[in-house]
């Protein structure tokens, strides 16, 4: 069985597996969790199977990140039971594979600030991801007739990329799971926009496509990033290169520098690997005239300024 939520026992709290993966690569505001040494069960009280974590360290996951039921284990408390097709013991099915897990819980909200961390243990510390209200009357175990859901906000923008990529092949559930970002409220769908799709209006999207190469400025702590799309957007019957340019501040203020820059040099390494880039926000114009054989041209440039707002995709 496989499950995007777990119980962890440790810090008597249910959290998503973007939470866990956020603690492993904060460098910042989480390094008193030592997220190493957490366990994680079955979120059910009158279950608590025992669980592990899939991707939950990898920066760059090829799988959507997920918890699993212990191979030695059996586990049917009927949470969720989505995994007939999975033969125990085998390698993960790719993402987009058939066979592969998808991420179901679909959050309401994309927060674009995070709520800055209190001291651990302190009630504040538990995650902003779903608050499940129970019925004090009510002594059955948590399911969807008994408990309801507060919205599912979060600040975590792999989580909702996740869900989006787990049902590209379903645009209806796309069409569906509607999504807040900023005062906006449009459906999974509209929100993410190809980059070659950009078409000049200030609109914040989440926009995505491979990249082509990621060129490198100075040296390790002085490290600048130029992330470059293979797609150029057309206006006014024009294409036009995309980057995006990533400040040695806006790297080294990150929480999560250390992954950002792992992910960065690994493409360094390996670019004939497929890299999706997704950000929140869009490109703009620069308003200068740059020359190429054929003539002038002029660029698009997207400012990320919160690294939080952008996200790589290694399939
Ligand atoms: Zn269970």
Redo the contacts with the bound molecule.
Sequence with gaps: ?KIGKAHCPELDIDLTIYQLRDWHFDEDEYNDINADNLTFL???IN???ELSDVNATNPKPKQTPHFRTLTNET?S???EDDDKLTIPGTDEPKRGHDKAYKENEFPDEFLLKRKPSKRRGTPEDKPEQPIIIENPNSSKPKNDSDSRQAPNRTSDLEHIVECFLGHQDNPETLKHKYLTIDKQRLSYRRFFVPVGYYDGREELRIYYGQLKTINVYGEDKDQRFVLKFKAWPTLEDKKHPLSIYLSKNTINSYRKRKLFKTQMLNFLEHPEQDVLCFFFGYPELVDKNYKNKEGTYKRLEATVTNLDHLVLCFN
């Design positions: 069985m079955c979120q059910d279950c608590r199977a586990h408390c009927g949470i």
